[in-house]
C-alpha cells in the first residue's frame, strides 16, 4: 500500500549540494544511480514521522533516505536526525525543477509505502505544533528562530529522530554534570584593597594581583586559578609571583639569548611562553 504525503515547494539553503557531492560514491552504491548535486525542498501539510528503521543510512548513518515517487517518477525522501516532521527534502538523478517544471508554493504530491510511515508521539505533535504553527516556511527563511528552537524540538520527539524517554534522561544527567562540574570549578574574583598600601611598589603589584586573579575567572584550561600569577610564574619589581609554569626555567637551557630580540610565535598556542619570560 502507498500512502501520499502532500505539500509545497520551497527554496532551501543550497547545503545539500556539497552534502551530496561530498557523499556522491556512497550515495551511488546505496541507489545504483548517480545523484543531482541538489535536493528539492517541500514543506508538507502536516508532520511526517517516516519510518527511521526502514531508512536507508549514508554519511556515517548521520542521514537517511526512504524511496518514493514523484509524478511516477523513482526519487527519494532525504532527511537527518534534526529535521522538523514538516519538511522532507526529495533528490534524484535529475534536477526535479526543471524536468516537473516546478517553481516555489507549487503543490506537490509524494508517493511512498505506507510501511515508511511511522506514528507521531503524542508530545513530539504537541512541541511540532507549537513551534511550527503558522510558521512552518521559518525552518528555511528565519535561520534564527530554527537554531533557537531545533534542541527543543529534537528532545521532545518533533523532529525525524523521534521521542525516546532515553533521550530526556541522557540530557538530564548531562545537565547535571556539567552543573556540578562548573560549581565545583567557579572561581570567585576577590578585589585587594589597595587604597591603604603606602609603599608604591607593593600597591603596584596588588593591583598586578587584582588583574591576575580577574583573568582566573574566565574558565579557560590556562587560567590556573591555584596559583597566584595564574599560569606563568612572573617576576616584577623584584618579586615572584608564582604561577604553574615558569618560562625562565623551561627556555634556560636554549643555546640562545633571546633579550633585545623580536620574537616570531608560530605554532606556540598563547605565545606567552616567549613573551612572559621577556616581561620577566
Known sequence: MMKTLKGKVISGR????????ENSKELKDITSQKIYPGSLNVVLN??????????????RDKRLLWPATVDNKPVWLYRWSRTPLHLVEIISRERLRDTLNLQDNTSLSISIDEQDIARVSWI???????????????AYTNDQYYHKT????????????????KYIKRYIKRKVRKNNK?????????????DDIL?????EIASINNILNYTK???????????PAGYHTLNILGEKIQGQRNPSLRLQDVPFVFEGKTVLDIGTNQGACFSRWLIS
Open 124 to 138: 513530539g505533535a504537541f512541541i511540532f505544533y507549537a513551534v511550527w504553527l503558522g510558521r512552518k516556511n521559518w
Open 182 to 194: 562548573s560549581n565545583k570549578n567557579k572561581y570567585y574574583f576577590s578585589r585587594i584593597n589597595t
Open 14 to 21: 543550497g547545503r545539500a549540494c556539497s552534502v551530496i557531492e
Open 217 to 227: 575567572t574566565s574558565g579557560s584550561a590556562y587560567s590556573a586559578r591555584i596559583h
Open 199 to 203: 609603599d608604591i611598589n607593593k600597591k
Open 150 to 165: 531545533k534542541d527543543l524540538c529534537m528532545l521532545l520527539g518533533a523532529t525525524q529522530r523521534g521521542f525516546r524517554m
Open 46 to 59: 502536516k508532520p511526517v514521522q517516516l519510518n527511521n528503521t526502514r531508512a536507508l543510512r549514508f554519511d
